[in-house]
């Protein structure tokens, strides 16, 4: 399924075709509904919700990328970030943007929209595969925390089995919380309530969902007294 930039508005029911059950479920008020998704795209709202760590955690995705290179994001993110990364990589390069729910699509295509070199498609991170060249950098920034646990599992192979020798994965999301970080009570509560795929990630690495871990080489940074991390994955 591919939707290219500048496509029309969709009728309201159309936002909801073919979006998987976890998400109207669950994400439907953050992801899915496009009257909340136009009120919470903003840089206000990313910065908030990651309590003024936006902006290092958006870094450490934008430092991994090399201009002219072959870049794959795999779903939107609220805020400048994906116009940014594919400001970084410049016409020399690729920047491809994907996400499954027709609204961020829409948000993604508006972004991106005056750079030629970018291409928005509507397609599922667990099966979205390069159709010419590999990627020289995927970037999964806050979604594995997003999805039912199965999910994380074909996510995180489908990115790994897509990298070339040399080429890197940047895995952006959340962490256990060191015990005195009193963000992390906050964060359980959240989690209970509204992220109930996020405590997965409080309990194993991100390592332990590759098939083949010992085929990469991982590299694990912490933020903001370990409720985050960046985890590059270089295949060796």
């Known amino acids: 399924m591919t939707m290219t930039r500048n496509h029309p508005k969709l009728d309201e029911d159309l936002y909801y075709e073919g979006v998987p059950d976890y998400m109207t479920e669950v994400y439907d008020w953050a992801y899915v509904d496009p009257k909340r998704v136009r009120l919470l795209d903003r840089n206000s709202v990313v910065k908030t919700l990651l309590f003024t760590n936006d902006q290092r955690l958006m870094q450490s995705y934008l430092d991994e990328i090399t201009p002219g290179s072959?870049?794959?994001?795999?779903?939107?993110?609220?805020?400048?970030?994906?116009?940014?990364?594919?400001?970084?990589?410049?016409?020399?390069?690729?920047?491809?943007?994907?996400?499954?729910?027709?609204?961020?699509?829409?948000?993604?295509?508006?972004?991106?929209?005056?750079?030629?070199?970018?291409?928005?498609?509507?397609?599922?991170?667990?099966?979205?595969?390069?159709?010419?060249?590999?990627?020289?950098?995927?970037?999964?920034?806050?979604?594995?925390?997003?999805?039912?646990?199965?999910?994380?599992?074909?996510?995180?192979?489908?990115?790994?089995?897509q990298l070339p020798k040399g080429g890197k994965a940047v895995f952006v999301d959340y962490h256990r919380p060191h015990p005195l970080q009193p963000i992390g009570w906050l964060l359980r509560g959240v989690n209970a309530w509204l992220e109930p795929f996020a405590k997965a990630l409080w309990d194993r690495e991100i390592c332990t969902y590759a098939r083949n871990p010992a085929a990469f080489a991982w590299q694990k940074k912490t933020f903001f007294g370990g409720v985050y991390q960046r985890v590059v994955v270089t295949h060796a």
Do not use: M
């Not at 072959?70 to 779903?75: D, S, Y």
């Not at 667990?126 to 039912?148: G, K, N």
């Open 70 to 161: 072959r870049v794959w994001q795999v779903a939107h993110v609220y805020g400048d970030l994906v116009a940014r990364a594919a400001d970084k990589v410049g016409p020399a390069g690729a920047f491809h943007l994907t996400d499954i729910t027709p609204i961020q699509i829409e948000h993604g295509s508006r972004k991106l929209a005056a750079k030629p070199w970018t291409r928005v498609v509507r397609a599922d991170a667990a099966h979205w595969q390069a159709e010419d060249r590999p990627y020289d950098l995927i970037c999964s920034f806050f979604l594995l925390h997003e999805v039912p646990e199965d999910k994380k599992y074909l996510i995180v192979n489908n990115i790994l089995d």
